[in-house]
C-alpha cells in the first residue's frame, strides 16, 4: 500500500468519488439537468446555466504555469482556507490524529483541526530567536498520531521566514510519517523561492499558495495546494463537487496574464518600499516599543498602551489587528501595508 494511502484516513481511501457530469467542449449537454437556456444578462463565456468544469481544467493549467510546477500536483481550492481544511478531513481521524502547529501561527490550523475533531499538538517558535522554528521539539513531538505538521512560511502574525534546511529536514525525517505542509501565503513579498520545486523529491512534502494577497485577488477566493499527485487525487474526492465557480474560472484565468505577472512584480517592490518606511516611522512612535522585522505585507509591533493605539486608530477610523490573544504576544499589534497615503494617516492618529 502507497505512503498516503496508509496515512490517510481509512475512510476517505475507501470512498468512490462523486461523479459529476462529463465536461467535455462540443457536445450537447442533457446528462446534468441543465436548463439549456442563458439567463437574459448572463454574458459569461460559458454560461452560468452550466455547471463549471469539476476539475476546473483551464484555471489548473494556468496556475501550474504561474507556479512552475506539475498540473497533476496541483489542487485548486476556494482559498487555501479550503485546502487546509481537506487536509485535515483526509488525514486526521476525530478523537485520534493530530496536527502540529507551531503558535503564534494562523489560527485556522486550529480551527481545522477543532471542526474535524483531531487533537493539536502545540510547539511554539522560539520568541526571543526571531521566532524561529524549535526543529528539535517538533521532532519530538511528533509522535505517530501526528499527522500533519503546519509551519506557516513567511509566519502569519509574526512575518519571519522560517529557516528552509530545517523545513526539509522535517520533511525528510517525517517521511511516509507525517505531511509537512507548507503554508506560503506571503512568499512572494519575500526573498524566498517556493518550497513547491522539491516536492518531487520530498513527496511528503505539501505546499500552501494563494491568489489572496500578493495577487491582489482575495475576493476571488482561490487557493492552490501543491502536493503529491496521490495526495492530490485523494482530496479530490472530498472537495466539493463544482468547487470553483464559472464567473471566477473565467475571470481569474484572464487574469493572469503576462501584463498582470509584470504589475505584480512592481506591487510587492511598492509593498517594500513601503514596508520599510512604515517600519522606520512605526520605531519612532513613543508608544511602540518594538516592530519586528517582516518578509510579508504586514508588520507585527509592540507597543506600551495597545489599547491607546487601537482606540487612536478607531478614531482616525482605521482597523489594524488586534493580535493580544497570540501566546507571546500580549502588546502586539498586526498592521497590514496600505498605501502611502493610507499608511501616513495611520502614522498620524499615533503621533
Ligand atoms: C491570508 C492567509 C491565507 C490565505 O487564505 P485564503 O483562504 O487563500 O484567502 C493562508 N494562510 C495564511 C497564513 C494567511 O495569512
Redesign the pocket.
Same mark, same amino acid.
Given at each position: 500500500m502507497s505512503w498516503v494511502r496508509q496515512l490517510a484516513r481509512p475512510e476517505i481511501v475507501a470512498l468512490t468519488a462523486f461523479e459529476p457530469a462529463s465536461w467535455e467542449a462540443g457536445v450537447t449537454r442533457l446528462n446534468a439537468n441543465e436548463l439549456p437556456w442563458r439567463a437574459s444578462e448572463d454574458e459569461s463565456l460559458a454560461g452560468l446555466n452550466r455547471y463549471p468544469d469539476p476539475l476546473a481544467r483551464a484555471l489548473t493549467a494556468r496556475l501550474a504555469e504561474v507556479y512552475r510546477v506539475a498540473a497533476d500536483s496541483l489542487l485548486v481550492c476556494r @482559498? /487555501? %482556507?479550503e485546502a487546509i481544511d481537506l487536509l485535515v478531513r483526509a488525514f486526521c481521524r476525530a478523537g485520534e490524529d493530530s496536527v502540529l502547529i507551531c503558535p503564534p501561527t494562523?489560527g485556522l490550523y486550529r480551527l481545522a483541526a477543532g471542526i474535524q475533531g483531531a487533537k493539536v499538538v502545540s510547539v511554539p517558535l522560539i520568541a526571543d530567536q526571531g521566532f524561529s522554528l524549535d526543529s528539535q521539539a517538533v521532532l519530538e513531538r511528533c509522535t505517530g498520531e501526528v499527522k500533519l505538521v503546519f509551519l506557516?512560511c513567511p509566519n502569519?502574525p509574526t512575518g519571519n521566514l522560517l529557516s528552509e534546511s530545517a523545513i526539509l529536514q522535517l520533511a525528510d525525517t517525517f517521511a511516509h510519517r507525517a505531511i509537512v505542509v507548507v %503554508?506560503e501565503?506571503y512568499i512572494e513579498f519575500s526573498q524566498r523561492e517556493s518550497l513547491a520545486a522539491h516536492i518531487g523529491r520530498y513527496p511528503q512534502l505539501a505546499v500552501?499558495r494563494?491568489l /489572496?494577497?500578493a495577487h491582489g485577488l482575495?475576493g476571488a477566493?482561490l @487557493?492552490t495546494l501543491i502536493a503529491d499527485p496521490e495526495v492530490i487525487r485523494l482530496l479530490r474526492k472530498i472537495i466539493a463537487p463544482y468547487a470553483i465557480p464559472q464567473l471566477i474560472v473565467e475571470a481569474v484565468t484572464t487574469l493572469l496574464s503576462p501584463l498582470h505577472l509584470r504589475t505584480l512584480q512592481r506591487r510587492i517592490a511598492q509593498v517594500r518600499a513601503e514596508r520599510t518606511r512604515l517600519r522606520e516611522a512605526l520605531a519612532e512612535l513613543a508608544n511602540v516599543t518594538e516592530v519586528f522585522l517582516s518578509e510579508t505585507n504586514f508588520l507585527l509591533a509592540r507597543f506600551k498602551d495597545p489599547a491607546a493605539a487601537l482606540s487612536r486608530a478607531g478614531d482616525a477610523r482605521i482597523r489594524v489587528r488586534d493580535v493580544r490573544t497570540y501566546p507571546g504576544l500580549s502588546d502586539a499589534l498586526r498592521i497590514s501595508v496600505g498605501t502611502p497615503g493610507e499608511n501616513d494617516r495611520l502614522l498620524e492618529a499615533w503621533t
Open positions: @482559498g /487555501s %482556507d494562523y506557516c502569519n %503554508d501565503a500552501l494563494t /489572496s494577497k482575495a477566493r @487557493g
